[in-house]
């Protein structure tokens, strides 16, 4: 209801993405050697590298000649949700010639074309229970990009807290990662059920009982090294409906066949964890709005 009530009052914003394609950027621009920031002026990661610096080499583009750009092209996010608004405010991904990003409620991945603005390809997460109730759809903040044997992999987390790794070429899902989610129209392969990760009882369709708690996602994953890290997120802080949930535990999977590796409690749960001794009144058990 209150998911539903959120995307009635979205009507009417800016249901669209405007990516300008600036020719002198992205496809013309030579490849430049830098210290730090992107490596080619390409865009791997939400804020450019893992460091989060936020910067390019790519200076074809600067204060001199900016009043003199104009678009090229338009890439209209709402054909993928009738409320886009804050879904469609992601940072593409630029990796290998080509722009990645999300689009409505859905978080619906795309790829297109940055010279032309031509859709490439796109993923759709088939419905759920879990999407119609999340209370971050509307907060895709991109993806996330990593080579496995030569193989450019987009990893990306839905709104209903499942992780897919997508064949950044053809947005075929990856064979051998992840295990079979047992909802009609998933793939057999190359998905992750992250509540399975989490430890709590759980149905596959509907998620976790409300009783229970909540948990979601908003930000794509990051990939260090040979693990990729995914956090998550609750209720946002300005409208808590609860006092208690279950904790929001990092978890860290195989990049190369998506099998768990790890789970850090945010909240210790053994006195043999660090900070145990100061959760008094046993409230580690049931204190778990924390990620």
């Given at each position: 209801?209150?998911a539903?009530?959120?995307?009635?009052?979205g009507?009417g914003r800016?249901g669209?993405?405007?990516l300008?394609?600036?020719?002198?950027a992205?496809?013309g621009a030579?490849?430049?050697e830098?210290?730090r920031g992107?490596?080619?002026?390409e865009?791997?990661?939400?804020?450019?590298d893992?460091?989060g610096?936020?910067?390019?080499?790519?200076?074809?583009v600067?204060?001199?000649n900016?009043?003199?750009l104009?678009v090229a092209?338009?890439?209209?996010?709402?054909?993928y949700?009738?409320?886009?608004?804050?879904?469609?405010?992601?940072?593409?991904s630029?990796?290998?010639?080509?722009?990645?990003?999300?689009?409505?409620?859905?978080?619906?991945?795309?790829?297109?074309d940055?010279a032309?603005?031509?859709t490439?390809?796109?993923?759709?997460?088939?419905?759920t229970?879990?999407?119609e109730?999340?209370?971050?759809?509307?907060?895709?903040?991109?993806?996330a990009?990593?080579?496995?044997?030569?193989?450019?992999?987009?990893?990306?987390?839905?709104?209903a807290f499942?992780?897919?790794?997508?064949?950044?070429?053809?947005?075929?899902h990856?064979e051998?990662?992840?295990?079979?989610?047992?909802i009609p129209?998933?793939?057999?392969?190359?998905?992750?059920d992250?509540?399975?990760?989490?430890?709590?009882?759980?149905d596959?369709?509907?998620?976790l009982d409300?009783?229970?708690?909540?948990i979601?996602n908003s930000s794509?994953?990051?990939?260090?090294?040979?693990t990729?890290?995914?956090g998550?997120?609750h209720?946002?802080g300005?409208?808590q409906?609860?006092v208690e949930n279950?904790?929001?535990?990092?978890?860290?999977?195989?990049?190369?066949?998506g099998?768990?590796?790890?789970?850090?409690?945010v909240?210790?749960?053994?006195?043999?964890?660090?900070g145990?001794?100061?959760w008094?009144n046993?409230?580690?058990?049931g204190?778990?709005?924390?990620?």
């Amino acid at each position: 209801m209150r998911a539903q009530a959120r995307r009635r009052r979205g009507a009417g914003r800016l249901g669209w993405i405007t990516l300008l394609a600036l020719a002198l950027a992205v496809t013309g621009a030579a490849a430049q050697e830098q210290d730090r920031g992107t490596p080619h002026g390409e865009w791997w990661y939400q804020s450019g590298d893992a460091w989060g610096t936020r910067f390019s080499p790519l200076d074809q583009v600067n204060a001199e000649n900016f009043g003199d750009l104009e678009v090229a092209w338009v890439w209209r996010g709402d054909n993928y949700s009738p409320h886009t608004n804050y879904a469609s405010r992601s940072t593409p991904s630029y990796i290998d010639g080509v722009l990645y990003t999300v689009a409505g409620y859905r978080r619906t991945v795309v790829a297109m074309d940055p010279a032309t603005g031509e859709t490439l390809w796109t993923y759709r997460e088939p419905n759920t229970e879990r999407w119609e109730q999340s209370m971050r759809a509307a907060y895709g903040k991109g993806v996330a990009y990593s080579e496995v044997d030569g193989r450019g992999v987009i990893f990306i987390v839905t709104p209903a807290f499942f992780l897919h790794a997508l064949d950044a070429k053809t947005g075929d899902h990856i064979e051998g990662f992840g295990t079979p989610v047992d909802i009609p129209g998933f793939p057999e392969s190359g998905v992750v059920d992250l509540l399975a990760g989490l430890g709590h009882p759980y149905d596959p369709y509907s998620g976790l009982d409300p009783a229970l708690g909540y948990i979601t996602n908003s930000s794509p994953p990051i990939v260090v090294n040979d693990t990729i890290v995914v956090g998550n997120s609750h209720e946002q802080g300005y409208s808590q409906s609860r006092v208690e949930n279950v904790p929001g535990d990092i978890l860290g999977y195989d990049l190369r066949n998506g099998q768990l590796k790890w789970k850090f409690n945010v909240i210790p749960q053994t006195e043999s964890e660090f900070g145990f001794d100061t959760w008094e009144n046993d409230a580690w058990q049931g204190t778990g709005d924390v990620s």
